[in-house]
């Protein structure tokens, strides 16, 4: 009897001493992960453009979300130091594959991520709280807000694509409804 309770002991102190190391394991892991999370932010090449057109060249900008790219932009500058400037002194920004730009509608200034460079319009897009906003520009033109209901989508676009009589016909028809068809189209065309 002696043996059997002297080997629960053995067993329960053996668990206890598991669940201990299991969760120190499991903190030191959070711990890792937040300090990567602090430290090990990712920087991307890239290039700026100022409102004044002055342009930097290779310098690294820091990887934030499209919704906090529109806000701020962080990059290291050719000595390593880490520059904030304000995103209204940006005209445009590039990081790696991606594009921010500052467009202007409705009597503003916007940024907007660039989600296609087309050779006859742009498409532009702005998530504003979960929901995506997209802006179609004319290459150097008029730029509109693409609405969100499908009756003034198919209004408002086919209008503003109405030198396209293909194209904007079948929007109208509900035949075309997605804006990234619509401006592949429209730049093939």
Do not use: W
């Not at 594959?97 to 009597?107: D, K, L």
């Not at 086919?158 to 409804?177: H, M, P, R, V």
Request: glycine fraction near 4%; proline fraction near 1%.
């Amino acid at each position: 009897m002696h043996n059997i309770f002297a080997y629960l002991y053995t067993s329960l102190t053996e668990e206890k001493f598991k669940l201990k190391k299991m969760k120190s394991n499991i903190i030191m892991f959070a711990i890792f992960m937040f300090s990567i999370s602090i430290y090990g932010q990712e920087f991307v090449n890239g290039s700026i453009v100022t409102q004044r057109y002055d342009t930097i060249s290779n310098v690294k900008i820091k990887k934030v979300s499209d919704a906090k790219s529109l806000l701020h932009l962080t990059y290291l500058d050719k000595d390593g130091n880490e520059q904030k400037p304000a995103i209204e002194t940006i005209k445009c920004y590039s990081r790696g594959e991606e594009v921010y730009c500052r467009i202007y509608n409705s009597g503003e200034m916007i940024s907007a991520k660039q989600v296609v460079k087309g050779t006859k319009i742009n498409l532009f897009e702005r998530v504003v709280n979960g929901s995506k906003i997209f802006y179609v520009e004319k290459v150097f033109d008029e730029l509109i807000k693409v609405p969100s209901s499908s009756n003034k989508f198919r209004k408002v676009l086919s209008s503003f694509l109405s030198d396209a009589t293909q194209i904007a016909s079948k929007i109208k028809a509900k035949e075309l409804n997605d804006i990234y068809e619509i401006v592949s189209l429209y730049n093939k065309g």
